[in-house]
């Protein structure tokens, strides 16, 4: 049933339904508010979904189902065990094969009906808008700043509408952005977020964690609003955000106007750039300040008296650690609450998972004049993959 705010359909009906079709999709054709026409535009939708991951996954599986009729699936990746946990379009089996393949013969197996188009490409300024033009939909279930403002600045530039979704800990948000929406309703990326944050500031879910079953109440969103979007029902989150928190379980949204400020897109950009994983202080403190898995385990090998400072969270530290190391998480460096008890008498190595955290640490430090500090590149897991591999990888 449309409503006041309900958008155009996005997609034209396809001629027809099969009889197995009917029978496949009757709980859907009896609804009303989607019925035979409802399911006929799901039939034509060619959807792109950027991401077989966390949130990709559930969004694959229910499009699928669904009978969207073109699913396209950006994914370079390959199937890790640490995926399993909440990517539930991949198994046991999948481990070491292409993400991509993976969520191909998962999603043939519910709907061997769809026809599933694989891009086993990192989405970049060079191939987003051509690629994006190909489909009526884009499903943005990426897990970094710099993806993200990708994928909208490509969806500005090919007039396609997109839906969002982001995962982190016990929460996610969803919303949908459309720069060309009727009505002058345009919104888009940039209007919740003009700038990236700073680096460091917003960890990852690989660095921060994510409650595997909170992908699939993020991604059931995310796939009810590409439903509404392509068949014109109900009200669809364009001009809001969905705020979801399992842990108080409450979902709020929050109005989103369009930023007076903001410039029109004209042109695709540098997006690590502009979003810089590591702050360019740290950058400046890491140059010259790094050492390898390797070279220090031949310090400390050889007897040489470091302060080996380990500044992840305790819940890290707990899975795994390097032996003699003291745990110091990032923020009490950054705050300089731990700085006065750090030793001035020997050299100082500062480690975290992946070294990123770490070289903002050791920019901090750099500041409060330890001139004999550095960090280890690669973190906890260079050392675990080069040096200690009995050592479990998180």
């Known amino acids: ?44 939708a060619k959807v792109l979904v950027i991401g077989a991951g966390g949130l990709g996954s559930p969004t694959l599986l229910y499009l699928a189902a669904a009978g969207v009729g073109t699913l396209g699936i950006v994914e370079f990746d390959e199937v890790d065990a640490s995926n399993l946990q909440r990517q539930v379009i991949h198994g046991e ?8 393949d ?8 519910i709907n061997s009906d769809i026809d599933v188009r694989l891009h086993k490409i990192r989405l970049e300024p060079d191939n987003a808008v051509e690629l994006f033009g190909e489909y009526d939909l884009i499903v943005d279930g990426t897990d970094n700043f710099a993806t993200r403002y990708l994928v909208n600045d490509a969806a500005v530039l090919a007039s396609k509408p997109y839906v969002w979704g982001s995962i982190y800990r016990f929460e996610g948000q969803v919303s949908v952005f459309w720069e060309d929406a009727p009505d002058g309703r345009g919104l888009n990326y940039r209007d919740l977020y003009p700038e990236a944050p700073p680096p460091g500031m917003v ?42 928190d399992a842990l108080d379980m409450n979902y709020r949204t929050i109005k989103l106007r369009r930023d007076p400020e903001r410039q029109p897109i004209t042109e695709l950009i540098d997006y690590d750039e502009f979003c810089g994983v590591v702050s360019e202080e740290g950058q400046a403190a890491a140059a010259g300040s790094t050492i390898t898995a390797p070279e220090l385990a031949e310090l400390l090998d050889a007897g040489k008296q470091i302060e080996l400072i380990d500044v992840r969270e305790s819940v890290e530290w707990d899975i795994m650690h390097i032996e003699g190391a003291t745990l110091i998480p990032k923020d009490r460096i950054l705050s300089g609450e731990v700085l006065s008890d750090l030793p001035q008498d020997r050299p100082i190595v500062l480690y975290c998972k992946t070294g990123v955290r770490s070289a903002e640490a050791l920019a901090a430090l750099k500041r409060a ?26």
């Open 1 to 44: 049933m449309s409503s006041p705010k309900s958008l155009p359909p996005l997609v034209e009906p396809a001629a027809e339904l099969t009889r197995d079709e009917v029978a496949r999709y009757s709980r859907h054709l009896i609804i009303p508010d989607l019925g035979m026409d409802g399911q006929k535009r799901l039939k034509n």
């Open 93 to 100: 089996s999948d481990i070491g094969r292409p993400k991509a």
């Open 102 to 109: 993976s969520a191909r013969d998962s999603i043939l197996e």
């Open 203 to 244: 960890p990852s879910c690989a660095e921060g964690g994510v409650l595997g079953v909170l992908c699939a109440s993020i991604g059931s969103v995310m796939v009810t609003e590409a439903i509404k979007l392509i068949t014109g029902t109900g009200e669809p989150l364009l001009g809001r955000l969905m705020v979801y």
């Open 369 to 394: 004049g330890f001139s004999d500090a550095s960090h280890l590149q690669g973190g906890a897991i260079a050392w675990a993959n080069q040096v200690d591999k009995a050592l479990p990888v998180y």
